[in-house]
T-cell receptor, first 114, second 113 residues
Framework: AQSVAQPEDQVNVAEGNPLTVKCTYSVSGNPYLFWYVQYPNRGLQFLLKYITGDNLVKGSYGFEAEFNKSQTSFHLKKPSALVSDSALYFCAVRDAPGTYKYIFGTGTRLKVLA | NAGVTQTPKFQVLKTGQSMTLQCAQDMNHNSMYWYRQDPGMGLRLIYYSASEGTTDKGEVPNGYNVSRLNKREFSLRLESAAPSQTSVYFC????????????FGQGTRLTVV
């Protein structure tokens, strides 16, 4: 079965420093990978996705993610963190063809310190 | 452009009461989903509808029923609410193609006392 893992419950980073939020995946075929962000009392907002092609994917709000097939990872990155980036981040993989369910990780809370 | 609209936003139920959570999307998406979000558990899929006329169980379907009323609307029903169903519920929709991202509603915060 498809799955994703987010090994860190929380990541703290100083404002202006680079940030990384980790995600590893397990799929039986081609991976379709997504990152979402959730601000307090809000729904999830789409940030970026990897479908095929370039291993470095650029998304909203200056975020990017690096797909690494050999390490089965899809880490979210940003060169310079902002306090306003503090939120809950979810990695997701889309399930097998024919069903297309989204399988979510448990989430990583990012705290950017001023 | 409304996107995915959920009603109500908040609800308090007594144990044993029933209620229906409503969801509608205006993006002409084929697929719709119901998730619940609990601290430390991420989002867990309750039911989904890959396309109009079909519904399937997700990871945690017990205690819930769904209806895909038409292409736009997908409702979630709790027949006899239990305190374990206290959660935040999210509806989402997407295109059927695997490349498509999901679009989420703003959630329903449900408390069962």
């Amino acid at each position: 079965a498809q799955s994703v893992a987010q090994p860190e419950d929380q990541v703290n980073v100083a404002e202006g420093n680079p940030l990384t939020v980790k995600c590893t995946y397990s799929v039986s075929g081609n991976p379709y990978l997504f990152w979402y962000v959730q601000y307090p009392n809000r729904g999830l907002q789409f940030l970026l996705k990897y479908i095929t092609g370039d291993n470095l994917v650029k998304g909203s709000y200056g975020f990017e993610a690096e797909f690494n097939k050999s390490q089965t990872s899809f880490h979210l990155k940003k060169p310079s963190a902002l306090v306003s980036d503090s939120a809950l981040y979810f990695c997701a993989v889309r399930d097998a063809p024919g069903t297309y369910k989204y399988i979510f990780g448990t989430g990583t809370r990012l705290k950017v310190l001023a | 452009n409304a996107g995915v609209t959920q009603t109500p936003k908040f609800q308090v139920l007594k144990t044993g009461q029933s209620m229906t959570l409503q969801c509608a999307q205006d993006m002409n998406h084929n697929s719709m989903y119901w998730y619940r979000q609990d601290p430390g558990m991420g989002l867990r899929l309750i039911y989904y509808s890959a396309s109009e006329g079909t519904t399937d169980k997700g990871e945690v379907p017990n205690g819930y029923n769904v209806s895909r009323l038409n292409k736009r609307e997908f409702s979630l029903r709790l027949e006899s609410a239990a305190p374990s169903q206290t959660s935040v519920y999210f509806c989402a929709s997407s295109v059927l193609s695997p490349e498509g991202e999901a679009f989420f509603g703003q959630g329903t915060r449900l408390t069962v006392v």
